[in-house]
């Protein structure tokens, strides 16, 4: 995970100003005791990071472009359901100041970037000031700031639900999940899965369930290892969905389904922690997920 993060660490990006950078860069001087995970957590933080213990050993999960890996339902959550939550309207920046240490003065400056004006009059003028550890660069400073800003604006919404063992030894923060809430959509288009082949799933119930073949609809299931596989779907005959091209393997029966099409979509969160409850079931914490500017 150490490597992973590295690698996409140091690809070059552009730096704004015409030229390429690695996209982070740490250049600090520790000159005092510290213990071990602090230090890691400060360092992990400057790329995005955040460090988990899991399997017995330190891993690092980084906030990079993803594909959902796991489908939470109705099917495979509490019978609370899915709770959200967002954040205060008043406390949302339209301003971000991102202080680092500038090389050509040899001392601190301020990289500004302000939101869409149409975002600024809704809004208002919310100043959030920053500073970026390490940071010698301007378009490092100025790339966290658009990224604060981009979170400030779309990625606003927390959604808490319990899990069965299932699905809480398998999810780990940092994970992104597709959720397909029907209070939300109007349409059940997920649940569990009857019975499988490698081309042909059969759904727990029809009849309660909107399965459209129209605007390019897509299947994705739970496969037997735990992750996630879509397909795009040909036929929906009854509670047959037939699939334009086979699965690595079937599913196991009772495993979760979800589809989605042109106009209807999952939610997408990322998992900000996984709190085992009583050996049985766990609590779920996820933060909403938008695939934007790295």
């Known amino acids: 995970s150490f490597i992973t993060a590295s690698k996409f660490s140091n690809e070059l990006v552009d730096d704004g100003f015409g030229g390429k950078e690695a996209r982070f ?36 999960t980084q906030d990079s472009p993803k594909d959902p890996s796991y489908l939470f339902t109705m099917a495979n959550v509490g019978p609370e359901g899915f709770s959200y939550t967002g954040s205060s309207l008043k406390t949302r920046a339209t301003v971000v100041a991102v202080s680092y240490f500038n090389m050509d003065t040899r001392d601190l400056d301020f990289e500004e970037v302000e939101a869409e004006t149409a975002y600024k009059n809704k809004y208002g003028h919310n100043l959030k000031r920053v500073k970026a550890l390490g940071c ?14 981009f979170a400030e604006q779309r990625e606003t919404e927390v959604v808490t639900f319990s899990a069965s063992m299932e699905s809480g030894i398998v999810v780990r923060p940092g994970t992104i999940i597709s959720i397909a809430d029907p209070a939300r959509a109007g349409v059940r288009r997920a649940g569990r899965i009857s019975s499988s082949a490698t081309t042909q799933i059969t759904v727990d119930d029809s ?62 969160f990322r998992v900000m922690s996984v709190e085992e409850r009583d050996g049985i079931n766990y609590g779920i914490s996820a933060l909403a997920y938008v695939n934007g500017p790295t």
């Open 207 to 268: 009849d309660s369930t909107d399965l459209s073949d129209q605007n390019n609809p897509k299947l994705s299931v739970i496969m037997p290892n735990g992750t996630v596989e879509t397909k795009n779907v040909t036929v929906i005959s009854g509670k047959v969905i037939t699939l334009a091209s086979a699965l690595t393997q079937a599913p196991n029966s009772n495993s979760v389904w979800m589809l989605e099409n042109d106009s209807i979509n999952s939610q997408q």
């Open 25 to 60: 860069a740490c250049n600090i001087n520790i000159q005092t005791s510290v213990e071990a995970f602090t230090v890691i957590n400060t360092l992990s933080g400057i790329m995005r990071c955040m460090p988990i213990w899991a399997q017995g050993a330190l891993q690092l």
């Open 136 to 149: 010698t660069s301007r378009g490092q400073a100025r790339r966290f700031a658009k990224a604060i800003l």
